[in-house]
């Protein structure tokens, strides 16, 4: 199955490299931003660090689109940052189904990209129980990559 | 040596940097830094601002401690077995957006699974006294079978 995984290039990528057990035998690649490390990843496409830049956010949504439009993954999985915000609303919109899981970092806040991406996620995945309650009903705890 | 690492944040950290620096000055001990978005630019210490996956890997290797933010870059000292000092940045600095590496280091903290220095005053004597164990993290397979489950949900339709 084709899996895009959407991250930022730092830390948020460390954390979905620990997941990569989970998409092993599946057709997976990354949309993430353009840095020395992304670089070196197999299948990627590197964009614009996005950062609170609105311009850049619409140029990225744009790009993101083709991309998808492309690629027709069946599946979504972000660990933030804001990169994942116009990824989750285009998958809806393409009727991409979409896995946040919020980052190991956040014992008791929530991220903003949390936030906003809560309503559209399919799933919606913390990494300490303790930040259940900040979120709604559709947040899970299923562990932690350590 | 010791290798201080800042990440990819897009601002700086240079409340760490420049505390680090005037160790390296004082020391004499080797010290080496990643300063990413940071503008201060250390004297004494050799840095630079970015590198690749396998760069903090070597650097890592080499370092007797790695002092850095609690964040996924404590991952990267682990996996080289290194003992890590978690400096969070805080938001009265303007250092990142919110508390939440505050929050994170008090409980890795409690966790035993680092040593958290709040204040950068306290980094050298931390440095002299520490115990050079490398810290344990223990893989957690839930979350990678979790998602597996899904996935394989998603698959079948």
Known sequence: ?146 | MIFVTVGMHTKGFDRLLKKMDEIAATSGEEVVMQIGHTNFRPQTAKWFDFTTEEGIKEWCKKARVVVTQPAMSILDAQEQNKPVIAVPRLQKYDEVIDDHQLDFARHLEKEGKVIAVYDVDKLEETLRRMDPKPMKLVRDKRLVNALRKYIELIERG
């Open chain 1, 1 to 146: 199955m084709k899996i895009c995984l959407v991250c930022s290039h730092g830390g948020h990528l460390t954390e979905i490299l620990q997941l990569q057990e989970a998409f092993e035998g599946h057709d997976a690649f990354f949309i993430t931003y353009d840095s020395v490390r992304t670089r070196q990843l197999d299948r990627k496409y590197l964009l614009r660090n996005i950062g609170t830049n609105p311009i850049i956010m619409a140029q990225a949504s744009l790009s993101m689109l083709r991309i998808l439009l492309r690629e027709k993954p069946k599946l979504i999985i972000s660990t933030g940052s804001e990169i994942a915000i116009p990824a989750f609303y285009l998958a809806k919109l393409l009727r991409i189904k979409t896995v946040f899981i919020e980052s190991w970092t956040r014992v008791d806040r929530p991220t903003g990209t949390g936030k906003i991406v809560y309503p559209v996620s399919d799933l919606f995945l913390v990494q300490w129980e303790r930040l259940l309650p900040k979120y709604g009903k559709k947040a899970k705890y299923e562990g932690a990559i350590l």
